[in-house]
């Protein structure tokens, strides 16, 4: 380890004696509630799947029934029933009875506004990747 590095690179802690009060005040008056902070992390748990993605997706392109969606995404009804039940469950999805069909869609545009906006970044990560791995792109 190295005496003059700021950090232990085995425990990555800051062992200087500066602590910057003026950005710690700054930042805490931003910070949101924890229990908004746990509610948001419990909306990206329930993207880390993806299943779920590939249902959201479809369903921000249409309302579908669960047997459509099981056809799109060649999946037995069991397992997109059982997706569908925690998102609708997390309010992401809403549904809707017509007759004895029921239709899922999109709890509201938020979703889809974040479905566009993680997919403009997965993007950018394998456009990237591809980059350093066929050495078309310069690395600076």
């Known amino acids: 380890m190295m005496k003059n590095s700021p950090f232990?690179?085995?425990l990555d802690t800051c062992i200087t004696e500066g602590i910057?009060?003026?950005?710690?005040?700054a930042v805490q008056n931003k910070l949101p509630y924890s229990s908004a902070l746990r509610e948001l992390a419990d909306l990206f748990k329930l993207f880390g799947d993806s299943t779920r993605i590939?249902?959201?997706?479809a369903l921000s392109e249409s309302e579908m029934?669960?047997?459509d969606l099981c056809a799109l995404?060649?999946?037995k009804q069991p397992a997109v029933s059982h997706q569908l039940k925690n998102l609708k469950q997390a309010r992401i999805v809403k549904s809707r009875r017509d007759g004895q069909v029921v239709y899922y869609s999109l709890g509201d545009?938020?979703?889809?506004k974040l479905?566009?906006?993680?997919?403009s970044?997965?993007?950018e990560l394998l456009f990237d990747r591809r980059d350093l791995h066929d050495g078309s792109r310069p690395i600076n």
């Open 73 to 75: 995404l060649k999946m």
């Open 121 to 123: 970044h997965a993007q």
């Open 20 to 25: 910057h009060r003026d950005i710690i005040c």
């Open 115 to 119: 479905l566009d906006l993680g997919m």
């Open 54 to 57: 590939s249902i959201l997706w």
């Open 8 to 10: 232990n690179n085995a």
């Open 109 to 112: 545009e938020h979703i889809r």
């Open 65 to 67: 029934c669960v047997c």
